[in-house]
């Protein structure tokens, strides 16, 4: 017995000495250890292939989901600081932006300015990556490639201040770049939409459907550029039809539709109605391209809305049925946008007959909406454009930047455009117009330490 526990002992003994002699070898073989792969960490090496290139392709669209509808992007807290949305909740941080007093360490801003620069930054890694290892991939990939970067950077010039930084990355290291105007923005984006376009030449489904997004985006573009592009805008979407779509998809699984979660969901925003006077009437309209009910009534509560107030205060709460469900597809650019572009450029160019024939074909595509007539005026033509545009591209990124078009093409003055006088929980309107620079981006060494994050806020 004693022996048998002797040799137990010593077997023990052994064992544990083993244990310290491979221990001892490991942390001896520095090498091996140090040398383990981080699977979150992606080295540019990684995807020098043709299927390193087509993930970040990949990547990259996902990127722009999730900087569109897929997370609290410019959608959203553009369509706050203009008229389609009022503050629901009780954070700080979009309490500014819906009152119009925005500070640049806005939390908000900062997390969206990240999401809507990682989509352009995947896209510009993608082209790279597909011209040098997939020289053979049908060139609608490379294209569409483009038109997130053309989309993004159009987007970031409609809503930001002029100051906006276009920073890149070559071979892995970030590349800073310089503040430039809005104007610049807008030039920077119809090239890159220009090299999508001649990169096009076939006609399978994913080239007709990229043509055609990138066709609409150069005519939304030619708009923010001035009037002496509008005609050029008009032919840009003509051969765009009306029924085309290019939507962003959503899931309960994946990345699901934040616009219905944080509205009917969430309740952090609601549908506005009139807001500060000189907004629109989205709530109230009883239109059928923004879908409305009111929390805690029969229809809200068959779409799943049990909750009749805000998530603060107790207020009303008016909630969008246009995506009822959290994987609502969200359409992004539209043959419906292509035939608005061609209604501005018509009454720009002095015919109002063809802008309200084209603004008609648009409203042809829904059951319950009257064609419209000539109201007999120019300024009451462009009101009734800008409105049908609210309206059918309700909280999808382009109210914003249409109000800040107002102001800089149509001679409106900002007090008649956004909201103005007292907010809704006190106080008044601010006089922001557009969104500042977030703050980190002072840590750009190109930014001299006493620049401000705006180079300008106006219009």
Known sequence: MLHNIQMLNSSRRAAAAA?????????????????????DIINPADVQSPAGANAVRIGALARLNTST?????????????????????????????????????????????????????????????LKQFSTTAPGWQAAEMYFVEGYTENLMGEDYCNGLVFSTVVNGVEQYGSQITDQAAFAQALAHVDSGLAMITGSTTDDVRVKNALAVLRGRILLNIGPTRY?????????????????????????????????????????????????????????????????????????????????????????????????????????????????????????????????????????????????????????????????????????????????????????TVFPIGPWHKGGNYGTDVNIPIPQAELNNPNLPASAQTCLDRNA
């Open 69 to 129: 509808s897929g997370d609290e992007s410019l959608f959203l807290l553009g369509g706050m600081l203009g008229d389609e949305w009022i503050n629901g909740d009780s954070f700080i941080d979009r309490q500014q932006i819906d009152q119009r007093v925005i500070v640049t360490s806005n939390s908000f801003l900062t997390t969206a300015s990240r999401a809507i620069n990682r989509a352009r930054l995947s896209a510009l890694q993608a082209t790279q990556l």
């Open 231 to 415: 005609a050029e805008a008009a032919t840009s979407v003509a051969a765009v039809p009306t029924s085309f779509k290019y939507q962003e998809l959503h899931a309960l699984t994946a990345t699901s539709n934040s616009i219905w979660s944080l509205n009917n969901s969430n309740r952090r925003y609601s549908v506005s109605a009139n807001e500060g006077t000189n907004g629109l009437n989205y709530a109230t309209a009883n239109d059928p391209r923004v879908p409305v009910c009111q929390g805690g009534d029969a229809v809200c509560k068959t779409n799943g809305v049990t909750q009749a107030s805000r998530d603060d205060l107790g207020k009303p709460f008016t909630v969008q049925l246009l995506w009822p469900t959290a994987a609502s597809s969200v359409t992004i650019v539209s043959g419906i946008e292509a035939r608005l572009i061609e209604a501005e450029a018509a009454q720009a160019a002095g015919n109002p007959a063809a802008a309200i024939a084209a603004l008609n074909a648009a409203r042809a595509t829904v059951t319950g909406l009257a064609p419209l007539t000539d109201p007999g005026n120019d300024p009451a033509r462009v009101d009734l454009i800008f409105r049908e545009r609210a309206f059918w591209m309700f909280s999808t990124g382009h109210r914003l930047g249409d109000m800040r078009r107002l102001i800089r093409q149509y001679g409106r003055s900002a007090d």
């Open 19 to 39: 244990m310290l002699v491979a221990l001892f070898t490991g942390c001896m073989s520095s090498d091996r250890i140090l040398s383990v792969e981080d699977p």
